[in-house]
């Protein structure tokens, strides 16, 4: 079963805006990973968000974590067309470590 | 430094056989996990293993296994192969485990079960 839901399911937007992404999980959590994933390829790893952490940042990444309404959001500013892919939030649960639950995923386009 | 392997990156099987993927992970990296990926199911988890030692094990059949050697390097077989089976199978390399670093993904292997 999938710890967390992603919205939107799909997000179109032009080049050069920004991009909010959420995820939302229903159990306390160690930390929260956000990938990218091309065309059915291998996720890449963006970044790692730890519960008591409140915001991260990673070049055009933002992503903060609400462990009281235990969600989190990925900002990408300044989008460009190669930022198209689908997103992915992953979460490692304190109950049951060492593996990673992902989100249903947000599929981003961003048109030149 | 190399990335996370996954090998063979395709595989077409008939229904019934088994199938062997393999993964080598980061060089350092002693904690590897799999991930099966399907349009209905999402991304969900197989298995992780830690010096040799499954850790933890997601909620599949029997007839997935896998394991790992001395070298970090893992395996994950399928045997008595069904439809339902084909997907991408991801391979991640973490140090210690994901409750405190970042697991890096290997390309994956896309299986077709005909």
């Known amino acids: 079963s999938q710890q967390g839901e992603e919205d939107p399911q799909a997000l179109s937007i032009q080049e050069g805006e920004n991009a909010t992404m959420n995820c939302s999980y229903k159990t306390s959590i160690n930390n929260l990973q956000w990938y990218r994933q091309n065309s059915g390829r291998g996720l890449v790893h963006l970044i790692l968000i730890r519960s008591n952490e409140r915001e991260k940042h990673s070049g055009r990444l933002r992503v903060t974590l609400d462990t009281s309404k235990k969600s989190s959001s990925l900002l990408i500013t300044a989008s460009r067309a190669a930022d198209t892919a689908s997103y992915f939030c992953?979460?490692?649960?304190?109950?049951?470590?060492?593996?990673?639950?992902f989100g249903s995923g947000t599929r981003l386009l961003v048109r030149p | 430094k190399a990335g996370v392997t996954q090998t063979p990156r395709y595989l077409i099987k008939t229904r019934g056989q088994q199938v062997t993927l393999s993964c080598s992970p980061i060089?350092?990296?002693?904690?590897v996990s799999w991930y099966q990926q399907t349009p209905g199911q999402g991304l969900q988890f197989l298995f992780e293993y830690f010096s040799e030692t499954q850790r933890n094990k997601g909620n599949f059949p029997g007839r997935f296994s896998g394991r790992q050697f001395s070298n970090s390097r893992s395996e994950m077989n399928v045997s008595t192969l069904e439809l339902g089976d084909s997907a991408l199978y991801l391979c991640?390399?973490?140090?210690?485990?994901?409750?405190?670093?970042?697991?890096?993904f290997g390309q994956g292997t896309r299986l077709t079960v005909v």
């Open positions: 992953a979460t490692d649960r304190m109950d049951s470590s060492y593996k990673l639950i």
């Open positions: 060089s350092g990296h002693r904690s």
């Open positions: 991640a390399s973490s140090r210690q485990g994901t409750a405190n670093t970042e697991a890096f």
